[in-house]
């Protein structure tokens, strides 16, 4: 399985972005789908998930309400919108995956992903 990531870029605060994640190697019938990001000098931290065979979603609180995380089946992609962009979401946003259908407790634990996409960088200034 291979995960590219997209999407990144400079915005001002505020400001909108859309990463994409395409997944390509396996149809991801099943499984989830995360993104995590790391900004300079801090450990990768996990911001969303989604679980594609019912579609649950989990968000760290920081993002709640800004981001939303989805999915197109069609595609094999899995997105993250992000609104309401402010200078601590500036990071490397990397999208990881993993065949299986993660549990709630799971789902934030970067060890629980067996794949991962290079970074996109995330830039909030002005």
């Known amino acids: 399985v291979q995960l590219q990531a997209s999407g990144g870029g400079l915005v001002q605060p505020g400001g909108s972005l859309r990463l994409s994640c395409v997944a390509s190697?396996?149809?991801?019938?099943?499984?989830?789908m995360a993104w995590f990001r790391q900004a300079p000098g801090r450990e990768r931290d996990f911001v969303a998930s989604i679980r594609w065979s019912d579609n649950k979603k989990y968000y760290v609180d920081s993002v709640k309400g800004r981001f939303t995380i989805s999915r197109d089946n069609v595609k094999n992609t899995a997105y993250l919108q992000m609104n309401s962009l402010m200078p601590e979401d500036t990071a490397v946003y990397y999208c990881a995956a993993t065949t299986r259908s993660l549990i709630l407790s799971s789902f934030g634990s970067a060890r629980y992903y067996d794949y991962w996409g290079e970074g996109t960088q995330v830039t909030v200034s002005s």
């Open positions: 190697g396996r149809t991801f019938s099943s499984g989830t």
